[in-house]
């Protein structure tokens, strides 16, 4: 299907790895990159396209619960200021959580190549 578009924001590891296999649909990454706004990237196929970080070729192909493993040790050590959403509400609680997501067309970044991206954004827990 050429427009499938998906977006899980939550936290937890089995979230996250029900996130990646939704999404990786039985692909296998080979690159990545990490984007300012759109987080790590995975990606199907090298992306050569001048405007986009320049893809990592990983030392393996990877499934989606290799990836998710990778992907899970990189949003671990985020720092809080890489954490992106509104924290304009001062009535709720922060905590660390994550965007599991890909883009018209499934496109991630404007790469074509693009299965997903992560983001580390903070998730709100209301009183």
């Known amino acids: 299907m050429d427009n499938r578009r998906i ?10 790895d029900l996130a990646f296999e939704l ?31 320049v893809s990592i070729k990983l030392p393996t192909p990877l499934t989606w619960q290799g990836a998710a493993e990778l992907a899970w ?30 883009e018209d067309c499934g496109h991630v970044a404007d790469s074509r190549y693009g299965i997903l991206g992560v983001i580390p954004v903070w998730g709100w827990l209301g009183k």
Do not use: C
């Open 73 to 102: 040790t990189w949003l671990m050590n985020q720092p809080d200021n890489k954490y992106q959403d509104d924290l304009d509400d001062d009535d709720v609680s922060n905590v660390k959580a994550f965007k599991v997501y890909n």
């Open 23 to 53: 999404l990786f649909n039985n692909q296998k990454t080979t690159y990545y990159f990490e984007h300012p706004q759109k987080g790590l990237v995975f990606l199907w196929a090298q992306d050569l396209q001048i405007n986009l970080p």
């Open 7 to 16: 977006s899980v924001q939550s936290r937890g590891r089995k979230d996250f």
